[in-house]
């Protein structure tokens, strides 16, 4: 179950920093073409979101993980 779990944190941990990336890129690009208009992200916002991203990997990872953790390997195995 630990292992799916971690699959899960991970995973949206990553996707997590691919949109924080993004999000600083369009703000500096933002603030290129319109000056006047401030678009600046927080420290406080990146690790909001990050957390946030991890929480929900963590939460909707649950489900599956504790139903693949119940699975006989052989019999899921024998199918495959």
């Given at each position: 179950?630990?292992?799916?779990?971690?699959?899960?944190?991970?995973?949206?941990?990553?996707g997590?920093?691919?949109?924080?990336?993004?999000?600083?890129?369009?703000?500096?690009?933002?603030?290129?073409?319109?000056?006047?208009?401030?678009?600046?992200?927080?420290?406080?916002?990146?690790?909001?979101?990050?957390?946030?991203?991890?929480?929900?990997?963590?939460?909707?990872?649950?489900?599956?993980?504790?139903?693949?953790?119940?699975l006989?390997?052989?019999?899921?195995?024998?199918?495959?």
């Open positions: 179950m630990f292992q799916f779990l971690f699959e899960a944190m991970t995973l949206t941990f990553f997590g920093a691919i949109g924080v990336l993004l999000s600083l890129g369009i703000s500096n690009v933002l603030m290129l073409l319109i000056p006047s208009m401030p678009a600046t992200v927080e420290p406080w916002m990146i690790m909001l979101s990050l957390g946030v991203s991890v929480a929900i990997g963590l939460v909707f990872g649950v489900l599956p993980a504790r139903k693949a953790s119940k006989d390997p052989i019999e899921c195995l024998r199918y495959e």
